[in-house]
């Protein structure tokens, strides 16, 4: 596996696979790699000619007085899985070389950037969005990878490569969880032994909102209620910021669930640590 | 000479040619062509296996109250010039097709986007950013041309394909002239007779303002004071929207100008009509 830190390396490298025909698998990541991660470098290395992973903690996509020093780097462990995992490339640029003391440009998308996850964290799917969107001018995939656990960020990056006309394939792969149910990420590891036995409610909850819609259930409020409800019997629960279910290409909360699909979605704190999940469901009659 | 309207096609034409090796050139206009917009042409053609010209008057860069309905359209006569000048692909898209009724992506760039014209058109060179990263996108060029007359533009551009890492070259060409010196501009037609006549004073107030520097002059309020006089002695001139020395990269007015280059830029009113012009002084002592 080679390493690469300068993006203007990264992009040479990168342009001379693509004008030979080789197709390029992307998996942005912010390192502290995890089984989520590895699903997404599996598929990549199914359907690519070459897989370039990189690790990047952006400061752009964290607001004001949140994790970004404190996020959980290990740097060391990465490289072995990656090699592992039979990674080509990983890119793993400093904060100083994708953001230049006089970087002054941001992509942003209206509408579902303010939703759910962007109301309690300004900025954050604006910095999301343009470093994808560098990253992807840097690397040049036919193929980038990201895992449905952030459902809001897939979104925010397919409207934006739909609406900047990029000629590549977002690719989403299901959420990977631990044997309980939570789903597999970086920040868990802020988790105390015990806020980590009360973490799984937080899916247990989407799953009891899901059942009632199953059930039959088509008008949002008790479903909605339903969630609160388990999320409430857990009295790590400090703080819910939004759970509930959602149109899954708008995001709004609907008074009613129509079509045939529907997005259960949250984001809750246990102790000082902020989690999220959801849930799709598909082929509601 | 092809034309292509649909960005789908356009791209896969484009992406041909890239991975075939060959270079395009890419001259973006609003159409109404003129000189200016020809000398892009040629310059294009000279360094590149292919160009393109796209025609397409963008809404995005129009402020509502702004002239998008009446701004000259004569795609007949247009298609003649590229014709003539050897262009081999007219990429002139439909407005729906560049921003289908759920787009919603737009592209910042902070600082210089605020200040001289971006002043007066709130949202402007989001909107110019955002549809020339499209354009990019769609036509993949090697290269892509923009005339200095538009100044503040060219800056926004160059700095947003440096920010998001864009692999083109950015190749700005000098500002043509009419004989009296009024800069070639699409938007000189709405200009009547007496107006005509009248508008050249705004190259010879910078002119007159670059001559007070050449003679030494640092302060930037006398170099001021000195366009703002042209202006005003002509009695057609109905608003002056801004007109000083400016840093060419900041497009703030200092105090005093130092360093060896400065940009005089001005944007007046005569009648109806908004015009804007620019002048960069070089080597300095």
Same mark, same amino acid.
């Given at each position: 596996?080679? /390493?690469?830190?300068?993006?203007?390396?990264?992009?040479?490298?990168?342009?001379?696979?693509?004008?030979?025909?080789?197709?390029?698998?992307?998996?942005?990541?912010?390192?502290?790699?995890?089984?989520?991660?590895?699903?997404?470098?599996?598929?990549? @290395?199914?359907?690519?000619?070459?897989?370039?992973?990189?690790?990047?903690?952006?400061?752009?996509?964290?607001?004001?007085?949140?994790?970004?020093?404190?996020?959980?780097?290990?740097?060391?462990?990465?490289?072995?899985? !990656?090699?592992?995992?039979?990674?080509?490339?990983?890119?793993?640029?400093?904060?100083?070389?994708?953001?230049?003391?006089?970087?002054?440009?941001?992509?942003?998308?209206?509408?579902?950037?303010?939703? !759910?996850?962007?109301?309690?964290?300004?900025?954050?799917?604006?910095? +999301?969005?343009?470093?994808?969107?560098?990253?992807?001018?840097?690397?040049?995939?036919?193929?980038?990878?990201?895992?449905?656990?952030?459902?809001?960020? /897939?979104? +925010?990056? @397919?409207?934006?490569? #739909?609406? !900047?006309?990029?000629?590549?394939?977002?690719?989403?792969?299901?959420?990977?969880?631990?044997?309980?149910?939570?789903?597999?990420?970086?920040?868990?590891?802020?988790?105390?032994?015990?806020?980590?036995?009360?973490?799984?409610?937080?899916?247990?909850?989407?799953?009891?909102?899901?059942?009632?819609? @199953?059930?039959?259930?088509?008008?949002?409020?008790?479903?909605?209620?339903?969630?609160?409800? +388990?999320?409430?019997?857990?009295?790590?629960?400090?703080?819910?910021?939004?759970?509930?279910?959602?149109?899954?290409?708008?995001?709004?909360?609907?008074?009613?669930? #129509?079509?045939?699909?529907?997005?259960?979605?949250?984001?809750?704190?246990?102790?000082?640590?902020?989690?999220?999940?959801?849930?799709? !469901?598909?082929?509601?009659?």
């Amino acid at each position: 596996m080679e /390493t690469i830190r300068l993006p203007r390396v990264m992009m040479d490298t990168a342009w001379k696979e693509r004008l030979h025909g080789k197709g390029i698998g992307l998996v942005p990541t912010m390192g502290a790699l995890h089984e989520g991660h590895l699903s997404l470098i599996r598929a990549a @290395r199914a359907e690519n000619d070459m897989v370039v992973a990189s690790i990047f903690v952006n400061p752009m996509q964290f607001a004001p007085g949140e994790d970004l020093e404190k996020y959980p780097r290990d740097m060391a462990a990465d490289m072995e899985k !990656l090699k592992a995992a039979d990674v080509d490339i990983l890119f793993a640029p400093e904060a100083a070389s994708m953001y230049p003391k006089d970087f002054s440009t941001s992509v942003s998308v209206r509408g579902i950037s303010g939703r !759910l996850c962007g109301a309690f964290r300004p900025g954050h799917f604006d910095g +999301v969005a343009t470093v994808v969107l560098k990253l992807f001018n840097i690397v040049q995939p036919a193929r980038a990878y990201f895992g449905l656990k952030d459902y809001q960020q /897939t979104l +925010v990056i @397919r409207k934006m490569a #739909k609406d !900047l006309d990029l000629s590549l394939e977002i690719v989403l792969c299901p959420t990977q969880r631990e044997a309980d149910g939570l789903a597999m990420s970086s920040r868990n590891a802020y988790l105390s032994g015990s806020e980590r036995a009360a973490a799984p409610v937080l899916y247990r909850a989407l799953r009891e909102g899901a059942a009632a819609i @199953r059930d039959g259930e088509r008008k949002t409020a008790p479903v909605r209620e339903k969630i609160h409800s +388990v999320l409430r019997s857990e009295p790590l629960v400090n703080g819910i910021q939004y759970a509930s279910a959602y149109d899954p290409e708008s995001l709004e909360e609907p008074e009613k669930i #129509k079509g045939n699909s529907v997005l259960l979605a949250a984001a809750i704190r246990i102790g000082a640590c902020r989690l999220i999940d959801n849930l799709i !469901l598909n082929d509601l009659k």
